[in-house]
């Protein structure tokens, strides 16, 4: 199994600011992605965040307001740029260390407000 | 894109008896169906999960089963207790990105002693 930290756990962020959330995993990982919770809903797929690379974007989620970087295997941050309230939500960071059809772990989450 | 419909939104069931979840999925592609549970303020935890080559797959109390025809799976929960009230997510894998998943909208469940 693969545990993941995310930090901060919970901002307040004025409207117009940007806020980087991290991700730490403590063994490498096959692949990471950023999903979205407003409270109460479901999880929303951001983004899968590649290795080196650009990530894959999903629909309604664009580079400019969501840069993610992914520099090594185990570490990845979300940016939320030019917040506004939309964006209030919870962020999780989630992982999987084998192939397809393997199980996916989640960080516990970073709880935006924006004011 | 993949869709997944989860119903019923909320259940209240009694101490001891079963709970019943079911999930659709649109994408004849998808090939892996996990079931989360996610306790109020903490991370989604897998409970269960089976593949398409498998109909069925149970874990004690638990037990999930596929209809890839259909498109369709559903989680039992068996001789429920207190501690299983939680809000329960069933997933469906995205045909283009195997490992990402597609979530449900989310089963509130509720166990009354």
């Known amino acids: 199994s693969a545990v993941i930290s995310q930090k901060p756990s919970r901002d307040i962020c004025q409207r117009g600011t940007s806020l980087t959330i991290q991700c730490q995993v403590d063994s490498q990982v096959t692949m990471m992605f950023w999903y979205r919770q407003q409270p109460g809903q479901s999880l929303t797929l951001i983004a899968t965040a590649n290795q080196g690379s650009e990530a894959t974007y999903e629909s309604g989620f664009v580079i400019d307001k969501f840069p993610i970087s992914r520099p090594n295997l185990t570490f990845s941050t979300l940016t939320v740029s030019n917040m506004s309230p939309e964006d209030s939500s919870i962020y999780l960071c989630?992982?999987?260390?084998?192939?397809?059809?393997?199980?996916?772990?989640f960080g516990q989450g970073t709880r935006l407000t924006v004011v | 894109g993949e869709n997944v419909e989860q119903h019923p939104s909320t259940l209240s069931v009694q101490e001891g008896d079963s709970a019943v979840i079911k999930c659709t999925y649109s994408?004849?592609?998808?090939?892996?169906f996990p079931w989360y549970k996610q306790e109020l303020g903490k991370r989604p935890q897998l409970i269960i999960d089976i593949r398409s080559n498998v109909g069925e797959k149970k874990d004690q109390r638990i037990a999930v089963t596929l209809n890839k025809t259909a498109k369709h799976f559903s989680l039992h929960i068996t001789e429920t207790q207190p501690e299983d009230s939680a809000v329960y997510f069933c997933a469906a894998s995205l045909p283009n990105s195997g490992y990402a998943l597609n979530f449900g909208k989310g089963t509130s469940l509720l166990v009354t002693p």
């Open positions: 994408d004849s592609a998808s090939n892996y």
């Open positions: 989630s992982a999987t260390a084998g192939p397809p059809g393997t199980e996916a772990f």
